[in-house]
């Protein structure tokens, strides 16, 4: 599966952003989706990850109450909602899918990666 993320962009801190990651190549509803995020210097973290079938899903501590995680397999696109945007939440973001029914948190257990998307929040 090929996945192209979008939807970064410059925010004031207390905005919003929508981020969309679309797939192609693949039966989309087969995987399990995960949004991650990266810093320069830093690794790579857990943002947001949703089952195959949408009805789970699990969030890092730093955005929980903050984002959403959605799902639509008709346009084989996963979302990632951001309200209450923070100066460190700044990143580039990236989508991955994993093939399989599992909530998948940690980087390495992902198959597949999009390019990433910048997300720039002001002060």
């Known amino acids: 599966v090929q996945l192209q993320a979008s939807g970064g962009g410059l925010v004031q801190a207390g905005g919003s952003l929508r981020l969309s990651c679309a797939a192609s190549?693949?039966?989309?509803?087969?995987?399990?989706l995960g949004w991650f995020r990266q810093d320069p210097g830093k690794e790579r973290e857990f943002v947001a990850a949703?089952?195959?079938?949408?009805?789970?899903?699990t969030f890092a501590d730093s955005v929980k109450g903050r984002f959403t995680i959605s799902r639509d397999d008709a346009k084989n696109t996963v979302y990632l909602q951001m309200n209450s945007l923070k100066p460190e939440d700044t990143a580039v973001y990236y989508c991955?899918?994993?093939?399989?029914?599992?909530?998948?948190?940690?980087?390495?257990?992902?198959?597949?990666w999009g390019q990433g998307t910048l997300v720039t929040v002001s002060s």
């Open positions: 949703i089952s195959w079938n949408g009805l789970r899903n």
């Open positions: 991955a899918a994993v093939r399989g029914p599992s909530l998948v948190t940690k980087v390495p257990e992902y198959d597949y």
């Open positions: 190549k693949g039966t989309f509803s087969m995987y399990s």
